[in-house]
């Protein structure tokens, strides 16, 4: 089964304004990942935060995570309108030889002017 | 300069046919993945290789068959296309220790 939801599947905002996605997941992770896909694109790795880190920054990213509760959250600050685009948790597992990224629901999210 | 490519970025093919996407990563890295993304933006892992040698491979049909000739290369081979298959393909490759995957613009395939 999926590993991870987020919640809100949508969320409109104004530009300038902050927007906070979460994310849930099931079981024991190595580290979780955000990624954004901008409509018709690939996935960019937004940032990473491994098991035993509890906040982690990048610009105007700042994502939490919190493991006795299996979720995360990722905001984004002083929001632009480029920063409309779909955005996706995925957690990662390591396996024999490889890691498995298993991803979220994804939160489309919509900056508007 | 791209740090992963697929082609061909769209493919329009009727059901029965067989199809290749191809992939390739020039970031050195050791691991390779095809996933596939459904109508409702749901990504699932489809398979993953390090350094040539398969090493996931998520309940897919045996009609679909990866190839990876040497570990910049990754190439996805479908036969006898259905209508289910529709979706976009995308390649990504990562360090097996687990950093952040790089991910390819996508191959979107149409079967009619």
């Known amino acids: 089964s999926q590993q991870g939801e987020e919640d809100p599947q949508a969320l409109s905002i104004q530009e300038g304004e902050n927007a906070t996605m979460n994310c849930s997941y099931k079981t024991s992770i190595n580290n979780l990942q955000w990624y954004r896909q901008n409509s018709g694109r690939g996935l960019v790795h937004l940032i990473l935060?491994?098991?035993?880190?509890r906040e982690k920054h990048s610009g105007r990213l700042r994502v939490t995570l919190d493991t006795s509760k299996k979720s995360s959250s990722l905001l984004i600050t002083a929001s632009r309108a480029a920063d409309t685009a779909s955005y996706f948790c995925?957690?990662?597992?390591?396996?024999?030889?490889?890691?498995?990224?298993?991803f979220g629901t994804g939160t489309q999210l919509k900056v508007e002017l | 300069d791209t740090a992963v490519s697929q082609t061909p970025k769209y493919l329009v093919t009727q059901m029965g046919n067989d199809k290749s996407i191809k992939c390739e990563q020039n970031?050195?890295?050791?691991?390779m993945y095809w996933y596939k993304q459904d109508s409702k933006k749901f990504l699932k892992i489809m398979f993953s290789?390090?350094?040539?040698?398969?090493?996931i491979n998520e309940t897919v049909p045996n009609r679909f068959s990866p190839k990876s000739p040497d570990k910049a290369h990754l190439n996805l081979h479908i036969n006898s296309l259905e209508l289910g298959d529709s979706a976009v393909y995308f390649c990504?490759?990562?360090?097996?220790?687990?950093?952040?995957?790089?991910f390819g613009s996508g191959t979107r395939l149409t079967v009619v």
């Open positions: 935060i491994r098991s035993n880190e």
């Open positions: 990504a490759s990562s360090q097996v220790t687990g950093g952040g995957y790089t």
């Open positions: 970031l050195g890295h050791d691991t």
């Open positions: 290789y390090n350094n040539k040698e398969l090493i």
């Open positions: 995925a957690t990662v597992i390591l396996t024999g030889g490889g890691n498995k990224l298993t």
